[in-house]
């Protein structure tokens, strides 16, 4: 009797399909061939496997990086995963870079990394313990050191470097400016405030203003939390995010100083919701190629028909600005943004 040999073939060719699925967040960087990639020719959004919030963007050893918040209740937040990439189609991703193991005084709420690079080193800033009052409870900012950007990290100081609730701003959402002059900056604030602080040139304290003073308030309107800060063509852009994180409006807005302390005036939103796309698009920062045009806008998002707070994902869409330096608004996408592989020209950029 003879045998058809068309559901071996099926089954067969199901087991390889099965073999070839990869997680395409842990998937790492084809070789160069020197032939153009036609399969993928955009990244697609989102761009991380998994539940991921807060990204912060930046620029290491030929090499594109974005450190997110582990998107899950607060006591499961006990750690941070990093991902890497030479082209921003192919993320590698590099596991538990920092945990609670590492920063004895932390034990929940590890949130809204910042990375900054000085000298060699690496330097990663992080919110932890969600902390409502200083006199009770020990949390707030924290920073951590490693020799490489993917780690691993150890804890710097052994304690928060702010742990004090000034101004009104919760202690979280951080983020690391370096300004022409040399001098560092810490921006951050939940709660509706907004802070700037001056850091220390090895990140293990504070340094005080002209004024005396340490904490200096620069809340913009509307600002509720995840400020950022870039400079271009001699102005300073203070960017947010406003309304409420677990909602559908969550979104970015910004304003342009003179100054890494402002005034800062809100001139509007730039990120928002797409209800054909994706909802809560917010808390974001910003990458800049060096020697380029290209600005690309890293944030996360909430899938359409998703009512899990916790059920954000991280995605990249291009920013550009028009002929006076504003921002135009930015449209998200499914798409995402063209394949770049980085020249030797851009090793370090934050």
Not at 121 to 134: L, Q, T, V
Not at 215 to 226: A, L, N, Q, R, S
Not at 255 to 270: E, L, N, W, Y
Not at 286 to 313: C, F, K, Q, S
Request: net charge negative; glycine share 10%.
């Amino acid at each position: 009797m003879s045998s058809n040999p068309t559901p071996r073939l099926f089954v067969f060719a199901l087991i390889l399909n099965a073999f070839t699925i990869v997680d395409r967040a842990a998937e790492p960087a084809p070789p160069p061939t020197g032939e153009p990639v036609a399969v993928r020719p955009r990244s697609g959004n989102p761009i991380l496997s998994g539940w991921y919030a807060d990204p912060e963007a930046a620029i290491f050893r030929n090499q594109y990086w974005i450190y997110p918040t582990y998107s899950a209740p607060y006591g499961q937040q006990v750690f941070f995963d990093a991902f890497s990439s030479p082209d921003l189609m192919y993320w590698t991703k590099h596991s538990r870079i920092l945990s609670t193991n590492e920063v004895t005084w932390a034990r929940r709420a590890m949130w809204a990394p910042a990375i900054a690079e000085r000298n060699g080193k690496y330097y990663f800033f992080f919110g932890a313990n969600d902390i409502h009052d200083e006199k009770k409870e020990v949390g707030g900012i924290g920073v951590a050191v490693a020799d490489r950007p993917e780690g691993p990290f150890r804890d710097l100081l052994g304690k928060p470097l702010v742990n004090e609730i000034r101004n009104g701003a919760q202690p979280i959402d951080q983020f690391v400016f370096h300004d022409q002059d040399g001098q560092d900056y810490m921006i951050y604030g939940g709660w509706s405030h907004c802070n700037i602080v001056r850091l220390k040139p090895d990140f293990t304290g504070l340094l005080p203003f002209p004024d005396g003073t340490t904490f200096k308030e620069i809340t913009p309107e509307h600002y509720v939390e995840g400020p950022c800060m870039f400079l271009k063509d001699g102005k300073y852009y203070l960017m947010w995010s406003e309304g409420g994180w677990t909602g559908p409006n969550y979104s970015v807005a910004y304003a342009i100083g003179s100054s890494p302390a402002g005034p800062f005036k809100r001139i509007g939103k730039i990120l928002q919701q797409d209800p054909a796309i994706a909802t809560g698009a917010g808390h974001h920062s910003v990458m800049h190629v060096p020697g380029t045009d290209h600005w690309y806008i890293v944030y996360h998002r909430r899938p359409l028909g998703e009512t899990n707070a916790n059920h954000r994902v991280t995605c990249i869409d291009e920013m550009h600005f028009d002929d006076q330096g504003f921002i135009q608004p930015v449209k998200i996408t499914n798409e995402g943004v063209a394949a770049l592989p980085l020249g030797t020209q851009s090793k370090t950029a934050k």
